[in-house]
């Protein structure tokens, strides 16, 4: 008897073929495409870089401990992502629908299972740079879950969120720090990434804005009844760490170089002109995405200063193509051009 042909057969991804681990994981590229988006690759530079530039100025030579730091913090980034867009199914509704779907199509088995080996691996990995490493590894896990989901769900309130958030730069700065025995909780260049990720953290709620007020979610740009006012104080927040820096700078707490981060201003200047002149969701958006670009060239450009050398600089080089790569590729999670509400505005 012929056999019937299936070579066009669309399978549905719950059904494909599996792996155990942990679970029933299914094994086709449409899953691995769907968790790497929702993983957020874009985002991995902030902790990897962080880590580096702690590595660096705890006096870190290895490149297997770079190798491995940057691993272990983008596999937790990762997963943070994933914990993230699954805990605002609410929300995304109106923010972020292509995520719904996305979700749907793996499964929440799927998802908890990805959840578990990217932790795991991150914990695994995580031995090979010491004891206090991994402590701190510990701490970023639990923020990293605990930012999105209950009972503490950081993000729902929003200084919380915003202390949450901040941990993005200062736990794998930290870490850095402790490869080579080091806990210092008073460095200065802790507390300036500490701070400008906590101020960075308002500028990716405004995209959100009309979302999450639908939803009743209290973010630090929900908590004014306008998104004009919200912008502005985010604008206004986002230029106190070039203040912070020079206060650092003058008590001799951090070394003269670092003044030179003051040369990022006019991209800062052309962010903040873009964030005030948005006037819709999508305009916002792009105003996050130039945020998101500024944000990690204060980053980079801090590590350069901290080790001027040609090594760093083609770090830096592989950090601007690993971004462009995704943003060309548009495999990142965040949707800029928002097709679904030229959609709805077609039908209204």
Known sequence: MPQRKTRNKHYDTIQGPILPVLGSVPIVPHTFSILFRLSGPRTWVFPSFSFILGYAVGGGGQLSQVGIGIVVASLVTAATNIVNAYADRKEDATNQPQRLFWLGQIGSRQITASLVVLYSSAVALAIYLGPLFTLVLGFGILNSIFYSL?????????????????????????????VRGSLDLLNPMLWLLTWFMFTYGTVKNLPDYFGDMKAGIRTSATIFKNVKKAVLFSSTLLSTPFMLLVAFVSLGLLEPVYIADLALIPLFAFTITEMLKAKDTTGLEKAHTLGFFYAISFLLFTFVLTSPTIQSLVMVLLAYLWTLMVAKLSVHSRVESRDWEKQRRKSA
């Not at 009972?151 to 794998?172: D, V």
């Open 150 to 178: 209950p009972p503490l769900r950081f993000k729902a309130k929003p200084f919380a969120s915003l202390a949450s958030f901040s941990g993005a730069l200062g736990l794998p700065f930290l870490g850095g720090l402790s």
